[in-house]
């Protein structure tokens, strides 16, 4: 017989061996569930096309479509119509005059579009090459390990008969696993220089980190022109003060960094891309663990089947699975503080870009204006630079402000404060006060 220690031991080690079945039965069936196909043919890294995806998670796929099959909306900051940002707001003319979103700068429609709309984007935006690709389509990843740096080299039609996919499954998710991953080399080598492995994330950071890969500020470096990430060493080093410095010393050691001159103040300017992963670290939402996923991919049912939606799209059209989760408050309540958010920071963004304007305007005039002081219109022009970096950062984030209400209303107040200054210095050059 066995003995009161042995029996102990014995129920132990059953109960471990229960457990352990038990995890796995559900890992199984989790892993039928998910697969929904277990009959078909494995996917690989081969499987590009979303169709294919399709026969295996059909419920993702059909959520996927819904975004090209839907209708189209355009809502009071956003939608997926693809309506022109010049004829709503023609001070961007201004502003970006001299570079390609002057020409051109259309509301974009989603991610299934991305090749569609690129094919027929304004000639005067095509001359960075095959890198506008880059975050567009699930061909790249394919295509970077295809020709290794000679990617980036490569000119806009060079590669275009490669290019048969827009984003799909593939680039957030493992063939094999379904595991959310990494597919673009720039966010790992930013993280990498923090000394943040990727590769340790949880999922629900991951959550966040696939939409990482792209909804970022980056540049070309000079001659290999490679997508780069504008970070320091540091997760603080992502905010728009700390990338105007990076972009001042950091890559050319002491030689900043320019992506094209102002026409008519002759300032040396950036242009910030869309920066909003940057914008929301540290806002409210991401301190509480809260992932892009849980609001533009929230759970929906189809069925008995509770799914990530696959169709990304604003927040305020799905307010019941994205924000009631957690805020229990009516959906035209939340809609209202939303829009209230937004509302304060759309009006504040236009008195910026009309200041910045108006500092475009006295530069040019201190520029016409024989025997001006060169130090102080330098000083102006400088100004410039990091008014309008500062006032761009924010019209070129996707929230209307949303993704970090306190932190924007800041940085649109520090671009109005540079911009007084630059139009104080660039009077002051000319002999006026």
């Known amino acids: 017989m066995l003995r009161g220690k042995s029996v102990i031991v014995l129920v132990a080690i059953l109960t471990s061996l229960l457990v352990l079945g038990s995890i796995a039965y559900l890992y199984n069936k989790n892993r039928v569930i998910q697969q929904a196909r277990p009959n078909l043919p494995a996917l690989t890294e081969e499987d590009i096309d979303p169709q294919i995806w399709a026969n295996h998670y059909p419920r993702h ?11 189209v909306v355009r809502t009071k900051y956003g939608g997926n119509d693809p309506y022109s ?3 709503k707001k023609p001070e961007l003319r201004i ?7 002057a020409e051109e700068y259309n509301q974009n429609r ?3 579009y991305a090749v569609q709309d690129i094919d027929f984007i304004n000639p005067a935006r095509k001359g960075a090459g095959a890198v506008c690709y880059y975050c567009k389509s699930a061909d790249v990843p394919h295509l970077l390990e295809k020709y290794g740096k000679e990617y980036f080299q490569k000119s806009f039609d060079e590669l275009r008969a490669e290019i048969n996919h827009a984003i799909t499954c593939s680039d957030c998710h493992d063939p094999a696993t379904n595991a959310l991953r990494i597919t673009r080399p720039a966010l790992r080598d930013a993280l990498a220089r923090m000394d943040i492995n990727v590769d340790n994330a949880s999922r629900q950071e991951m959550r966040t980190l696939v939409c990482a890969q792209c909804h970022v500020e980056y540049y070309f470096t000079r001659g290999e022109k490679i997508v780069t990430f504008p ?17 001042q010393s950091g890559p050319y050691e ?3 960094f320019v992506d094209w001159v102002h026409p008519r103040s002759e300032t040396p300017m950036l242009k910030a891309q869309h920066p909003d992963y940057e914008f929301f670290v540290n806002s409210t939402h991401h301190a509480a663990g809260v992932a892009c996923a849980d609001c533009h991919m929230p759970y929906i049912r189809q069925g008995n089947v509770k799914i990530t939606s696959h169709n990304w799209q604003s927040p305020l059209r799905t307010i019941s699975e994205s924000c009631q989760v957690c805020h229990r408050h009516s959906e035209e309540y939340l809609r209202d503080r939303v829009l209230h958010i937004q509302d ?14 108006e500092v475009i305007e006295e530069i040019e005039l201190t520029l016409g204006t024989p025997g001006a002081d060169q130090a102080l219109l330098a000083e102006a022009q400088d100004l410039h630079r990091q008014s309008q970096w500062m006032w761009d950062w924010m019209s070129s984030e996707t929230s209307m402000g949303f993704h970090n209400p306190a932190e924007g209303l800041n940085y649109i107040g520090k ?4 911009a007084h200054q630059a139009i104080a210095k660039a009077r002051k050059a000319r002999g006026g006060q």
């Open 61 to 71: 796929y059909d959520s996927y479509r819904e975004a090209v099959e839907g209708p």
């Open 85 to 87: 940002k010049l004829e």
């Open 95 to 101: 502003l970006y005059e001299g570079f390609g979103f």
């Open 110 to 112: 989603g991610h299934p």
């Open 231 to 247: 970070w320091g060493d540091r997760l603080e080093d992502m905010k728009p003060e700390q990338v105007y410095e990076y972009f």
């Open 254 to 256: 002491g030689n900043p």
């Open 344 to 357: 304060n920071n759309y009006n504040l963004l236009k008195i910026a870009a009309q200041r910045n304007v």
């Open 415 to 418: 671009s109005i404060d540079l």
